[in-house]
């Protein structure tokens, strides 16, 4: 019985080695795809117009698209949205034309068709307003990380904050490059995953943490090295359970939840993997390699 | 040991009791009903209600509950085949005094409603119906503000008889005066000053034999002039949004110069958009008799004129100064002229337009004075990568006629094409004129049926990742589990029970934020039968273990939680309308979290260990 508070023995820091290029090769690859093939925005953030329309019978693409290419429509995206009977317009700003009646025109456009049509769902987002968007989801990113960094700062050490917002720039890089790897919709409601995956990485980083704050202050004996091993090892349980939950309900959020928040799912689902991953392997060494120490982590009571 | 006091049980029953209560309203479901409520002239009384009963029961319609609250009316229905049959008998019963609207009302008991217990406000997303997100042109408002103060300033200057050149409004902003002499605009200023304190005067270096005057609305009343801009519109919308007879319509401000207006279970957005988005106006000018159409045709318009045309396209000269704007007018109604029969739109002003009405007509009698129908329309256009607004006016005249008699409060406008034309200029004149243009920028419907695929659909996923986790915490944990199964279960009725009291809007995402809470509620949990398992590990006995992990496992929890509170509310003062309904499931899953996957797993822990001898713990 060497260690009996702990179920696994991993020697998780001897392949931080490893895990750093792993991690660098993500981040450049996500960083390499924004650059060249940037995100695929949904009219969220660009402006346009979407039409959902949800027909009787199985629909041909080109059919629409035929439809469409003789009006002024002609450069529309045309897609299916979940089913063969359910289609997505997209039509960008319309140069010198009202925004808000090119929805009223596609429709009629439509219901011209002859078949049998059902407007499901119409979005018109002005460029003004996508622009705030960016803005603001970009801003909305920059305090939640200026928050959490004197929170953390606060109640356990700052080396720990620039641990704990190195693996949150981690998780947040590769979730996007995810979407931009793959081209998929970059919606509000990514937007709004994203943030959820900070607040869920973070969790998991900030139980890690509190275990190795107790270990510091606990085990007399022992490297940093030894002592975060015995952290991560400990609560191992734990992270793989709870991103197990999360990611069951997650699954069933995806598979049955419905197209519109499928994105959002996906963003979720990627998320809590890397932020599982990054708690481990990010947060930690990042904070060793910034070299945490006993001294840091007494309590404040004893050195005033 | 591992015993609570009483007093905690207490609390936790308590709300339990409570949450059940408040959440029990979701599950009684919705009437069809009508929604009626008074437009101009009509009243909401018992009377109304006789009048419908009546109505209803004549053309054999059954209907359930009536009831009346303050401004409005609502008839229950069996199913939306009546209610539909019965929209149409109210509607001709009632006349145009009301408006009556298609809603769903809540089917929720009287003894639950007398608590004050609501089901929750779904959002469009889930009940369909469209979405505006407008915006004022605020340089148009402040720019009409400027001409007004010409218009006034030029009254001023000649009542006091100070001789000026011209009054004119700068393109850039700011009104421009040219004075003859220094002292006649010594005395300007004066007299400006005295007048209309909202003004920055500046004097430029005379030049040419002219004494230039620059006046600038303060920065206080610049702001000012925007909030009332804002305001106006906000009333303007929400007297439109009445005409067309939604139920539960919403109106609000968002930022300092945008609108949300939405308007559950409308499907028609076109009509919609036309009634809501366009700024129409009426300028009552007189003609300029002196001078001939022709000479301004010609090019030679005479100062103080400017050139109009009539929809037939006949050009009308008009003199520059406005008698009345549409500003003052508090109703209109289209109706047939009695002599003539032809469609007609009477009109009538509040008192401080009545008034300076009747003094501008008083000189007037036997000439002839035009209405200038002035439609805005503004665009937001990207030419060459730049967004630019465009605005288009129409200006025309819709009608010249002699003043017969010196007009007052009410007043009629003849000469209209058809009844559908005065019926719209009615309605628009009615629903008050905008302070300044507004143009939609967002606009977002979603079709009836998708709204009740969004709910199928969200609740499926919640129910089955929700099963999925009870199972495998109780695979996993075995009577642990199971007593954070029913904490999680409580969890979600404490949630459901929070947004019902504060009457929050659940959206697709805020179902989406439910169901990420249900995954991460089990978080606490997990972290304390972690330490549970531990503390048995490292040999101590099992009723010091389950106190110690209980123990321990509290500052993680709280540590993670606010934490993750944190991103919750950057996301929700950050966020507009998904996000905040995403930002707040997920704070009040976090909060009640805490209680349920603590303190109440704790209390069923402790009933069934507690105090008891235990040799070992099965966990």
């Known amino acids: 019985m060497a260690e009996p508070t702990q179920r696994f023995n991993f020697d998780f820091m001897g392949k931080r080695r490893i895990a750093v290029v792993f991690s660098a090769a993500l981040i450049s690859i996500s960083l390499l795809s924004l650059f060249t093939q940037k995100l695929n925005f949904g009219i969220d953030f660009t402006g346009g117009t979407l039409v959902e329309a949800g027909y009787g019978e199985t629909v041909e693409l080109d059919q629409v698209r035929h439809v469409l290419s003789a009006t002024q429509f002609s450069d529309a995206v045309v897609q299916y949205f979940g089913s063969a009977q359910d289609i997505l317009i997209r039509v960008a700003q319309v140069e010198g034309k009202n925004s808000a009646d090119i929805s009223n025109e596609i429709i009629d456009v439509l219901k011209q068709s002859g078949q049998s049509v059902e407007i499901r769902r119409v979005e018109f987002v002005g460029p003004q307003v996508g622009e705030d968007l960016q803005e603001d989801g970009g801003l909305a990113m920059i305090y939640a990380l200026i928050m959490i960094f004197i929170y953390i700062a606060f109640r356990f050490q700052r080396l720990f904050s620039v641990g704990a917002i190195a693996a949150l720039v981690h998780d947040v890089t590769i979730t996007i490059g995810f979407f931009s790897v793959l081209q998929l919709d970059f919606d509000l409601t990514v937007l709004a995953a994203l943030l959820a995956v900070i607040g869920y990485s973070l969790n998991d980083t900030i139980v890690v943490f509190d275990r190795i704050r107790e270990n510091f202050r606990r085990i007399r004996k022992g490297s940093p090295v030894d002592i975060v091993n015995a952290s991560l ?27 519109i928040i499928r994105p959002f799912s996906a963003a979720l689902i990627v998320g809590v993997i890397i932020g599982t991953y990054s708690s481990i392997y990010v947060a930690s060494p990042v904070t060793l390699a910034l070299g945490i120490s006993k001294q840091d982590l007494m309590p404040v009571e004893k050195e005033e | 040991m591992n015993r609570y006091p009483v007093w905690k049980y207490l609390l936790i029953i308590i709300v339990i009791a409570v ?128 001409e007004r103060y010409v218009s006034d300033i030029r009254t001023q200057l000649r009542d006091e008889r100070i001789r000026y050149r011209t009054i004119i409004r700068r393109r850039d902003g700011g009104l421009l005066i040219r004075f003859r002499d220094a002292e006649q605009r010594g005395l300007g200023i004066t007299v400006i000053e005295d007048n209309f304190p909202d003004l920055e005067l500046e004097q430029p270096e005379a030049e040419n034999d002219e004494f230039p005057l620059l006046a600038r609305l303060s920065d206080s009343s610049v702001t000012e002039t925007r909030r009332l801009a804002l305001q106006q519109n906000i009333t303007t919308l929400r007297k439109r949004v009445n005409e067309l007879g939604v139920a539960e319509p919403v109106i609000q401000q968002q930022g300092l110069e945008r609108v949300v207006v939405q308007l559950p279970g409308v499907q028609d957005t076109a009509r919609a958009k036309d009634i809501l988005g366009a700024t129409a106006t009426l300028e009552f000018r007189m003609t300029d008799e ?20 009539e929809r037939s396209g006949n050009p009308v000269l008009l003199k520059k100064q ?18 003539s029969g032809s469609p007609n739109v009477s009109i009538t002003l509040d008192g401080k337009g009545a008034k300076r009405f009747s003094d501008a007509t008083a000189e007037e009698v036997g000439r002839n004075m035009a209405v200038v129908f002035i439609e805005n329309k503004t665009e937001t256009v990207e030419q060459d990568g730049e967004m630019v607004k465009r605005k288009e006016t129409i200006e025309e005249v819709i009608n010249v006629a002699t003043i017969r008699e010196q007009l007052g409060k009410r007043f009629q406008i003849t000469g209209l094409d058809s009844t559908e034309e005065s019926r719209n200029l009615a309605l628009l004149l009615r629903a008050g004129a905008l302070a300044a243009p507004i143009e939609i920028i967002e606009e977002r419907t979603v079709g009836p049926s998708l709204g009740q695929d969004n709910i199928d659909k969200g609740f499926t996923s919640v129910k089955i990742g929700f099963v ?28 459901v029970a929070l947004l019902s009291m504060l009457q929050a809007t659940l959206t697709l995402p805020g179902i989406a934020g439910i169901v990420l809470t249900v995954g991460m509620a089990v978080d606490a949990n997990v972290l304390i039968f972690q330490r549970i398992r531990e503390e048995i590990r490292n040999g101590n006995s099992p009723q010091a273990s389950i106190h110690a992990g209980y123990e321990k496992a509290f500052t993680t929890i709280a540590d993670a939680n606010i934490t993750t509170l944190f991103a919750a509310i950057v996301l929700f003062s950050f966020g507009t309308g998904p996000i905040k309904g995403f930002a707040v499931t997920l704070s009040l899953g976090i909060v009640c979290s805490m209680f349920t996957a603590i303190m109440v797993t704790r209390s069923i822990v402790n009933l069934i260990y507690g105090g008891k001898r235990l040799r070992k713990l099965v966990i």
């Open chain 1, 233 to 259: 090892n400990q609560t191992l349980s734990r992270t793989l359970m709870t991103s197990l939950t999360t990611l069951l309900v997650l699954t069933a959020l995806f598979l049955f939840g419905g197209e």
């Open chain 2, 19 to 146: 949450g059940c209560l408040f959440a029990l309203p979701n599950l009684y479901g919705k009437d069809p009903a009508l929604q009626v409520s008074a437009s101009r002239g009509g009243e909401i009384s018992e009377l109304t209600r006789f009048s419908i009963e009546d109505a209803l029961d004549n053309a054999d319609i059954k209907y359930g509950e009536i009831s009346v609250a303050t401004g409005n009316l609502v008839v229950r229905f069996q199913d939306t085949e009546t209610q539909l049959k019965a929209q149409d008998v109210v509607k001709d019963a009632l006349g145009r005094s009301y408006t009556v609207a298609l809603n769903l009302a809540p089917a929720t008991p009287d003894w639950l409603r007398s608590l004050g217990a609501e089901p929750m406000f779904l959002g469009l997303d889930l009940r369909g119906g469209v979405h505006f997100l407008m915006e004022v042109d605020m340089e148009a408002a402040v720019s009409k503000a400027e």
């Open chain 2, 290 to 309: 002196e001078r001939d159409v022709q000479d301004a045709l010609d090019g030679r318009v005479p100062a103080g004129s400017r050139l109009y045309y």
């Open chain 2, 322 to 339: 406005i008698m009345l704007t549409g500003d003052y007018i508090i109703d209109a109604a289209a109706g047939f002229d009695s002599v």
């Open chain 2, 468 to 495: 999925l986790v009870l199972i495998f915490m109780v695979l996993w944990y075995k009577a642990f589990g199971l007593a954070a199964d029913v904490a999680l279960a409580l969890n979600l009725v404490l949630i």
